[in-house]
């Protein structure tokens, strides 16, 4: 096995294991960086949009809930820096679907960008009677993150019955997944621009 298969197989291992998986430099800082770069573009551009919660005629903005702007990869597929992450999630979900089964069948998802003093809400992210979204998967672009930064993915997960809280740093190529149905999370207040690729491996719903 080479150390590139490796990388997806070690995750599907852990999410075989215990549901979740983190993975530093998934992505190489230079990836990491042009991603960035892209989403300053996109910004520039004008093309971010507060990000809603709920879906079809329930969504709508909610400040106390979500702060972020986002961009979706369905709009920039035809762009380089989204383009190598995609290939690389491809790889990733078919090794999934080989070994869990899932019939995972595509990747949606989003440029995120948080800005000073905004955060998420602890939250599941299956939406309410739908099972199409199996897998997160979140990818971040934050160079030079220091803990006063803030702005970890606060991921819940069970141990022997217990609740434990995992804090992940959104350090750039760090790469966080985990069962969507399974486990709670949040994303604490950051303190400064946090940048974050967030999407969800989908099966037919
Ligand atoms: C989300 C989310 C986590 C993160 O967008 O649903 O939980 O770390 N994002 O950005
Ligand atoms: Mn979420």
Redesign the pocket.
């Known amino acids: 096995m080479n150390s590139s298969t490796d990388k997806y197989q070690r995750i599907v291992n852990d999410l075989i294991k215990q549901g979740w998986s983190i993975s530093e430099n998934f992505i190489n800082a230079e990836v990491a960086q042009a991603l960035k770069n892209e989403a300053d573009a996109l910004h520039e551009n004008g093309a971010f949009r507060r990000a809603g919660v709920g879906r079809e005629q329930g969504y709508h903005v909610e400040s106390k809930i979500r702060g972020d702007n986002i961009v979706w990869l369905d709009e920039v597929t035809d762009h380089d820096a989204p383009q190598r992450y995609l290939a690389e999630l491809e790889q990733l979900r078919q090794v999934i679907n080989q070994q869990m089964f899932l019939g995972l069948f595509e990747f949606e998802g989003h440029f995120a960008v948080y800005g000073p003093g905004t955060f ?1 809400q602890r ?1 599941l ?1 299956q939406h309410q009677g739908s099972d199409s979204r199996q897998v ?1 998967c979140v990818m971040y672009m934050n160079e030079h993150w220091q803990p006063e930064h803030r702005g970890e993915l606060r991921l819940f997960v069970s141990e022997n019955g217990n609740e434990r809280a995992i804090d992940i740093p959104p350090r750039a190529g760090l790469l966080a997944c985990f069962l969507s149905e399974m486990f709670y ?1 949040e994303v604490l207040p950051t303190t400064t621009d946090r940048y974050s690729i ?1 999407g969800w491996f989908r099966r037919r719903g």
Request: net charge negative; glycine share 0%; hydrophobic share 0%.
């Open positions: 998420y939250h992210d997160t999370h967030t």
